[in-house]
């Protein structure tokens, strides 16, 4: 539908949350729960469905980060990606099997040997995956610095990111993509038109032969030409009334559909940039259009339609950059032109 799963939104910016808590900079909140809870499994003196909800993250923020061992209490010896080989758990999985608990940190594990963490009796496999990683382990060095967490999905200054992390949750969930959204939300035009844009794409907008279907007309036959049955694309681009204004633009729409609007080429005299909100600014004038002659009775007048499209984009061109907004302006001498 192009719109962003709410709860997978929330959840990225919980993961927000306890990047911060492992990299507290100058947050209070940060050091308040560092001094109350065991960083490496999130259990302590801190409750409640808000905590709770961050704590069930901590296996996905495992996944989507990686330690630098300082003095190893709050990274996680099984759970945390913290040695160049990987994550113990996938890396060494039979010796994982008989870990007494996977929620141990590094600190522990170096501090009492990892022998008196696993199960007394060890299988062959196991017995070899030890020998394995023991000598890995005599490298390490703990010192007094905190453990520090860095991710490929972070920003400057290390600030974890929700926008990569949320594609990535989709990509590995199986959601299928969205083909519209980029051109839909990803634009510089007004909320409302971008709203309208979403409808537009899905052929939801109360164009006639969708109102028929709800019964709310008796005939889909377009007011503006009285040529055709009144559809999406017929509003915005076969009916002569658009056909005359995309030819004007030296617009070839010629197989175009709503349903693909972001295919929709712009203006070969025009800058490429907000190209999206060129196309959306025409459509969006094109059904004012229809809808003034059908509820005020004003019939179509090219000249009034070049005028309210220089209108709008000098409006809204103050939502841009003021860098950007002298392509209103090139904008603004086309329509002119007219």
């Known amino acids: 539908m192009g719109i962003k799963d709410i709860t997978a939104e929330n959840k990225c910016l919980l993961l927000k949350l306890l ?3 492992h990299n507290p900079s100058d947050s209070a909140w940060a050091r ?4 109350r809870v065991d960083l490496a499994t999130l259990t302590g003196d801190v409750a409640g469905p808000h905590w709770r909800d961050l704590a069930e993250l901590l296996p996905l923020y495992h996944v989507v980060t990686s330690c630098v061992v300082g003095g190893g209490a709050s990274t996680c010896f099984w759970e945390d990606r913290w040695l160049d080989c990987g994550r113990l758990k996938e890396v060494f999985p039979l010796l994982h099997s008989h870990a007494i608990s996977s929620e141990v940190s590094v600190a522990c594990v170096l501090r009492d040997g ?8 060890l299988t062959a496999g196991a017995r070899e995956e030890l020998a394995k990683l023991s000598p890995l382990l005599d490298d390490v060095l703990l010192s007094e610095e905190d453990d520090r967490r860095t991710s490929p999905l972070s920003g400057p200054e290390n600030v974890l990111r929700a926008g990569p992390i949320y594609k990535m949750l989709m990509k590995t969930t199986g959601a299928p993509l969205c083909a519209f959204s980029t051109f839909v939300w990803q634009n510089r035009a007004p909320p409302r038109i971008q709203f309208f844009a979403w409808l537009l794409v899905q052929e939801k907008i109360q164009c006639k032969t969708n109102l028929l279907l709800k019964n709310i007309v008796d005939d889909a036959r377009c007011e503006l030409c009285n040529q055709g049955d009144e559809t999406c694309d017929h509003i915005i681009f076969t009916c002569p009334a658009a056909a005359d204004v995309w030819s004007a633009l030296g617009v070839n729409t010629g197989g175009c559909s709503v349903a693909r609007l972001w295919t929709v080429p712009c203006p070969a005299t025009l800058p490429a940039k ?7 600014l025409v459509c969006w004038q094109l059904w004012k259009q229809r809808n003034n002659l059908v509820f005020n009775g004003v019939p179509p007048s090219i ?9 709008d984009a000098q409006l809204w061109c103050q939502r841009w950059p003021v860098a950007d907004r002298v392509l209103a302006d090139v904008w603004c001498s086309t329509f002119s032109s007219m």
């Open 19 to 21: 990047h911060r808590l």
């Open 303 to 311: 000249s009034r339609f070049w005028s309210v499209c220089k209108e």
């Open 114 to 121: 990892v022998r008196a963490h696993l199960m007394p009796r």
């Open 274 to 280: 907000h190209s999206s909100v060129y196309i959306l």
């Open 32 to 35: 308040w729960v560092r001094e």
